[in-house]
């Protein structure tokens, strides 16, 4: 059949997790954490499905969830949001990113992504007749150049999308970038989708820099987060979106027909952690900021370059003193002969520039999987 997605192929995080798994390789490809989410999470997940809350949640998600999600966006940014009308519970964030998109591109519409980006956006910008438009970061500190995303807007210009903290980068939005998000999306009357799921896993006593901070950025913004990150969890799917009300409403539009609702019983597991233990996510920062500085501190005499990093859970590391060919044979030797699995930076990128060679790792790991890694990566 004739394709609709050509220059997609099966994505890079399945890829290297299986070369992981072929060569026994320590994988710090794919992000997920290799321990699980808090005892008591688990404990109220069962607790849920073995007191028969299990079938269909409301489409808008459960009730006391999104009321836990209020007070959370509340404590944490300052912004009230309307517990029925403005916040959506999704079946991870993947669902959300592509409910809004499908929910206000239309054919020929631009969307401009900051390359490098997560690979989901494009696909469903194209799936949905629309066209990324791709501005890159500023190559040394992967933070946005303003004027650069300016000249790229043309009168097709729909959304901007934006990621805080950064995937794959670490690198996070100052108060400085909120403004001037601001300015740009007022003079051309666009929306923002801002993918803000490591939202709670800022370093170096940073505040995230949610675009709900900011009242005129909250009128036009899709906010997508994942309890995937939050409670390491990911392979429960759990994501939500907050927006303004009549964005919400498109939004749920295309929600109520691409999935209806989301797995109850984890509602219900989240809404109850949220309630008794809010802690979590305070301790979160401390958590993956020690994480961070063992694993840097771990590839101390290693022959990578390690870049800094702000936020979310990736290492990003220059190769250059070990090998100059591209980034992708980098990742497939790496795997197969040193016995650890990383990401391409290029998988990010429409063009990634000429002659970079980085690569991510992911550090939500035990601290063993940690030094057995790292172990490995000292010796190349
Ligand atoms: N956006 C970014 C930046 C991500 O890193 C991820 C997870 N890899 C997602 C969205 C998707 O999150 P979820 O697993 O909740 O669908
Ligand atoms: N978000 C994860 C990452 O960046 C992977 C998600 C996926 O495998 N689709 O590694």
Redesign the pocket.
């Known amino acids: 059949i004739e394709t609709k997605l050509p220059k997609v192929g099966t994505t890079i995080?399945t890829v290297m997790s299986q070369l992981a798994i072929e060569h026994k390789a320590v994988n710090l490809g794919q992000?997920?954490p290799d321990f699980d989410g808090p005892q008591a999470l688990r404990d109220a997940l069962a607790a849920a499905m073995n007191a028969g809350r299990n079938q269909y949640a409301p489409m808008t998600g459960l009730p006391a969830l999104r009321e836990q999600i209020a007070r959370k966006t509340e404590r944490m940014y300052g912004r009230k949001v309307n517990v029925d009308t403005e916040i959506t519970i999704t079946?991870?964030?993947?669902?959300?990113?592509f409910a809004v998109i499908a929910a206000v591109v239309r054919a020929g519409d631009e969307v401009i992504v900051l390359d490098p980006c997560?690979d989901?956006y494009e696909p469903a910008i194209e799936l949905n007749g629309g066209r990324a438009v791709h501005v890159a970061l500023d190559p040394h500190d992967f933070s946005p150049d303003w004027q650069r995303i300016a000249d790229a807007v043309t009168p097709k210009t729909r959304m901007i999308v934006v990621?805080t903290p950064?995937?794959p980068c670490g690198s996070v939005f100052s108060a400085a970038d909120l403004d001037a998000l601001a300015e740009l999306t007022r003079k051309h009357d666009l929306l923002v989708l801002s993918?803000e799921?490591?939202e709670h896993i800022v370093f170096d006593d940073a505040a995230h820099q949610s675009v709900l901070r900011h009242k005129e950025l909250a009128e036009r913004s899709f906010v997508?987060s994942?309890?995937?990150?939050t409670y390491h969890c990911?392979g429960w799917?759990?994501?939500y979106c907050i927006a303004p009300r009549a964005l919400s409403a498109e939004f749920r539009k295309v929600h109520q027909y691409l999935t209806f609702c989301t797995f109850t019983p984890a509602q219900v597991a989240f809404a109850e952690i949220l309630e008794k233990d809010p802690q979590h996510y305070l301790d979160l920062p401390a958590f993956y900021q020690a994480k961070r500085d063992h694993f840097c501190h771990l590839l101390d005499g290693s022959r990578f370059k390690l870049l800094p990093v702000g936020g979310?859970y990736f290492q990003v590391a220059d190769y250059s003193a070990l090998s100059d060919v591209d980034d992708l044979a980098f990742c497939e030797w790496l795997a197969r002969e040193g016995g650890v699995a990383a990401i391409p930076l290029s998988a990010f990128y429409e063009s990634p520039p000429a002659g970079q060679r980085l690569i991510r790792f992911c550090f939500a790991k035990n601290n063993e999987t940690l030094q057995h890694a790292a172990s490995r990566l000292k010796v190349l």
């Not at 079946?91 to 990113?97: M, R, V, Y």
Request: no cysteine; proline share 0%; charged share 15%.
């Open positions: 995080f992000g997920f079946s991870g964030a993947t669902e959300a990113l997560y989901s990621n950064h995937n993918d799921v490591y997508v994942s309890f995937g990150k990911t799917k759990v994501g979310a």
